[in-house]
């Protein structure tokens, strides 16, 4: 069972763009985090947030908690080819903190 | 080493074979997690270990799937007469503490044909 949903799957759009990614539950996560994920390589963390309605800014990367702690959203300004790559959404339940249930996935590319 | 390091980086095994697969997580970090991904998806969570207590097993897929922790630094994970649904990449994660950041190696490749 897949509990967080991320959508779109797949994104292909053109330097200077603006884009969203959605990761959605119906379960309520303690603390989420997004990680991005190149070709050959494991993920690697961009940011964590644990307070409902937290919005935390990584350069041209937004991101924000729902206030509910259900959902999340990552949203980019003026994508650049770098921004290509696998972004993935990970929730931790209170109490199991150990354990990061990971999203389906979002695979953006940027092109020039 | 600075990084998780994991070997080797592509295994390719015939079906029913054993393997096994190994993971040097960063010094001093006493939490160690794998993870399965599937075709550049999402990952699986297979087991984890923190410390000295026992390992979270709750994401093993079956029986087949074994994984030990020794000295609380090096882990291997085996997988007994593989299938072909087994292909998938295999990641090992460590953190200086459960549910803190986790840095991920760069995975072993698994082929079972």
């Known amino acids: 069972t897949q509990l967080l949903e991320q959508s779109p799957q797949f994104l292909s759009i053109q330097e200077g763009e603006n884009l969203t990614v959605y990761c959605n539950s119906s379960s309520v996560f303690s603390s989420l985090q997004w990680y991005r994920q190149e070709p050959g390589e494991g993920p690697v963390l961009l940011v964590t947030?644990?307070?409902?309605?937290e919005v935390k800014k990584l350069k041209r990367l937004t991101f924000q908690f729902g206030d509910a702690r259900k959902d999340s959203s990552l949203h980019i300004t003026a994508a650049q080819p770098g921004d290509t790559g696998l972004y993935l959404c990970a929730g931790a339940k209170t109490g199991t903190a150990s354990k990061l249930t990971f999203g389906t996935g979002t695979r953006l590319q940027v092109t020039l | 080493g600075a990084g998780v390091s994991q070997s080797p980086s592509n295994k390719v095994t015939e079906k029913g074979k054993d393997v096994e697969l190994r993971c040097d997580p960063i010094s001093g970090h006493t939490a160690l997690y794998w993870y399965r991904q599937s075709l550049g998806q999402g990952l699986e969570f297979l087991i984890y270990?923190?410390?000295?207590?026992?390992?979270?097993k709750s994401g093993l897929p079956s029986d087949r799937f074994s994984a030990e922790r020794t000295g609380g630094s090096v882990s291997t994970l085996t997988i007994q007469r593989t299938q072909q649904e087994d292909s998938a990449v295999y990641l090992c994660a460590s953190s200086s503490y459960k549910g803190e950041k986790l840095f991920f190696g760069s995975g072993t490749q698994l082929s079972v044909l």
């Open positions: 947030v644990v307070t409902g309605g």
């Open positions: 270990f923190q410390g000295n207590s026992a390992p979270d």
